[in-house]
């Protein structure tokens, strides 16, 4: 104890009156005397308590002794005890601080923080007054997450950074704020600060009378808070005189404190016991309000040292999210708001608004780098480099020369650090050791320059810290070191690789191109080497080429027969492929190796894109028709280029799906047929599970999932779940659409498909675009928000595609598309016609049917939710009798449909022989049991080519609606007798949807389909709504045939009966 207290005879006690003098020794040494008075003998006694002497001199006459005390000490009290002892036995016990005191100590604090809790523009310019700005007018919101207590793995949102303040603060309430470097966690305690000094914050807190904002780094493991507090300067020359009271008001009142810890990873007294470190771990102060920020790996081990302290106040800082990016570029070019739009949109091209611009920093320094430049390079690579070059020009100005790194040895760094950091990456190292610098001067220079950071809890030297070697508390040098981020060690490590020649460059890169796995995880590195110059981009696109088509699962991508998370890769890595082509700016000089990937060998499929694949795409399009210009926008000369070539594109599809309603569903599954065997599995590995664990999984996941598989089983309900949410994170923007509609019609193209994107906008540019492509044998434009104005935009597109096999206009509210239709006779060879779901006018119905006569070789017509009325029957029946091969057919019976009208048209489609997919809806009248029969009779039995058929009353009933007009028993004998017999020998599906049917006739039906599903179980039955349930179901999820595990399910509702 004795040694430990007089090791510490550098600390200063109580308005550093007492020095403490080294231990007595046989040979007593004279007691030590400070300038203000005190001097302190101390010596263990036989017993092991601590004999403590102290005098006081007069200032005047240090060798008066005007008053003494002598106690003793429990051996283990702390170096406070035996400072507030001492005090209080040589003075007497401070007094408490006055109102008037307290008042003049919280509007020090207040002062201080109004005056000094500012923004620095540019975190190396301490010096320029111009490099700060009020919070004001530049903080904006960070992206927040709260993690839950007890469930780790579950995140929440928070909407304002003021929320970290619970509403009822408790005792011993600590909050946990971690994030990486630059993440503004900084920022974010001093606008708290702030707003505390100006009254801003929840009254609960508003009203506590002192607030402590301090930088953990610049205190030691001896310091006490009032120390730190006095260190700091937050406090005027004014308040020093109330220093042993403001100690004694503290630990009396803790309730009455808000303490804001900064950056407890640079904190040196990190579990040394000391005051503030028992503070952190709340053994002291534990009535005290306090707020930990830190980066990740100390956050964590706090976590585990003290794991019920921050259990309910865990966050985790994002930086910014994209919307709090355009926030904080808005308000930094507030005055220039042209300036700020034009860097938006280039942020937005570039995807820098979802990838470094959300680190507040770099966003900051973005931001500062536009101002200067009015641009931002075209290139992802070219912007790394202008930050570079702007932070090092920066580092010059603001450093005296004394300190400075000169020109060569900048360079000379440079070239060093780029080989240490391909090394990093290609052991996926982002942390090194300092004997891994080359030398000295190499780390040194380096960290001088702001290229590398410390990464362990280090703290700085008293003198400036940005002209100094890292040191340790002991003084040491610091161990382990990390690039300013990961994307600059990453660029570092692309300047490095581009020196190379062909040979080195494809060993060192040899593991980078193993798989699809290993590419993606260095796309950075790669996009980065393709903006070097186009000899390098040829040889980065030939490697990822070659990686794709020997792909195993190449086939299944195609084919659409793979995994999400599988189908997600792949496509990304295809995204990878045309993000290294826009990088080149090689103007088409590698569309050759781009054929390679698009022409028969793999379909352009891209789904949920981000801006910068959009981009990618945009640019590949554009020089898709470029012959031999090879004029490079890089610094190698034009040689460096290959010739180029006419780019040649098979299938084109830019989609948008979502998990949000019920068609989104149904859409989803249609496309990825995988999601629906996934599902199958998971129900079955969930079902297993007691349902108190299916129940506590379903609170996690509830708010994912669509409205219609909310009454399925929970096991059902959670297989899904993965799907929705997956779908949820994988979001695209199409906000630059029309940039890929202008460039679309330069390269060759088969087919086009564009679906569930807004495309009002661009709609007539892409027609005209369209124009110009005599062999496009599709166009699929499903749910693309087109109106009845677009119409005559497309009527004259088909007039130049007379190759138009596929024309899909499905979920588009058109109405009238007799501009359309009547243009049928310039497509001949369509073979498929969808205008489901389109709202057709019976003109446009009329019209349609009047020119069936041009597209004989038509084998689907989809016209569901068009009502056919009786006046068109006729034209309809004329225009089916002119089609050859129809295999395929949907209608919708209108309300009003006379019964004589509905047997024509019953007689025409019994003459469709071929037909394999029937779909009638709309009946739903007070004749549909007449109809149902008349269908069952008379048209069934000549249709031996059905695979499908589907029979629906009115979407969207409930099933109390459905009730008003059932289909009787005997009708539904019919139809079963129809299963039983073999009449329908190749039918697979039967769906009877929104109809109601009695109970006799139900069960004869649902033993039909079991004998059915006896022979193949393949058949596949849906009845909805039949029973208690009145949500609509996704037709994906039906057909997976959900009902067979209903009743280990005991919450579950009734599944339909079979």
Known sequence: MTDKLCDMNRTAAMEDQTTYCKKPGKEDPQPVRSETGVSVNMAESEVGNLNVSAVVHSKNDPQSETTGAKFHMDSGASINQLNMTIYQHTYGHPSALTEVELFRCRDDLRSYYKTNCKIRLLPWLKRDPRNRLEMKDLFINLYLLYEMPNAFDIEVRINKYSDVFPLTPGEGMRTIIRGKAGAGKTTLLEKLALEWAEGSLPPTYSDKPLLFLLKMKHITSNDTLVDAVFRQGLFGRNIQKLKSKLNVFIEDNPKKIILLLDAVDEYSGYGSNGQLDSIIHNDSMKCAFVIVTTRPWRAFEILDRSPDTYSSRNYEVKGYSQEQVRGYVSRFFEKKSEMGECLLKQLKETGLDTGIATIPIMCMLICALFRKRKSLPKTMSKIYKALYDYFIQHYDEDKNDSTKVCKNEQLDTFKKLGKLAFSGLMQNKLIFEKNEFVDVNLLSNAYKMGLVLQSNPNIMSDNDAETKTPVSEEGEESDYYDFFHKTFQEWFGARYLADKDIVAFKHLCEPVFTDINSCLDKELLLVFLSGENCKVAGLVTSELVRVLLNCPYLGDYNENKLALQKTRSMQEFIELVLKCNRESQSQGSLNDLLNKVFEKQCCARFTNITTSTLQAITYMLKFGGATNNCESQNESSSADCMSTFKLRIEDLKISCFRAETNGDIDNLWGEFHAVGEQHKEKCKNLSILPNYKLQSYLEEVKDDLPEGVQHLPLAHKLAFADTCKFIQKWKGDYTYMGCVVENICFSEITNLTINGIDMSDHCEILCKNLENMKSLKKVDLCSTSLKVMHCRYIGKMLESLPCLCVLNLYENMLEDVREIVQRLEYIRCLTRLDLDVTNLTTESIAALAQNLKWVKNLERLYIRSSSLENSVVDDLVNGLNEICDLRRLSITLGDELSYENINILVK???????????????????????????????????????????????????????????????????????????????????????????????????????????????????????????????????????????????????????
């Open 908 to 1058: 025409c489609l019994s003459k469709i022989r071929n037909l394999e997919l029937a779909y009638i809806d709309g009946l739903f009248s007070p004749m549909i049991n007449k109809v149902f029969q008349l269908l069952v009779t008379d048209l069934l039995p000549h249709l031996k080519k059905l695979k499908s058929l589907r029979l629906q009353g009115r979407y969207g009933l409930s099933v109390k609606e459905t009730k008003r007009y059932g289909i009787s028993n005997a009708t539904a004998k019919l139809l079963a007798t129809k299963l039983n017999t073999g009449s329908l020998p190749n039918l697979m599906v039967l769906r009877l949807t929104y109809l109601w049917i009695e109970e006799e006739g139900l069960e004869a039906i649902s033993s039909g389909v079991r004998r059915r599903k006896q022979e193949n179980k393949s058949f596949q039955f849906e009845l909805y709504p039949n029973d208690n349930n009145s949500v609509y179901v996704p037709q994906a999820v039906l057909l997976t045939n959900l009902n067979t595990d209903a009743k280990k399910d005991c919450n579950a509702t009734k599944e339909p009966s079979y």
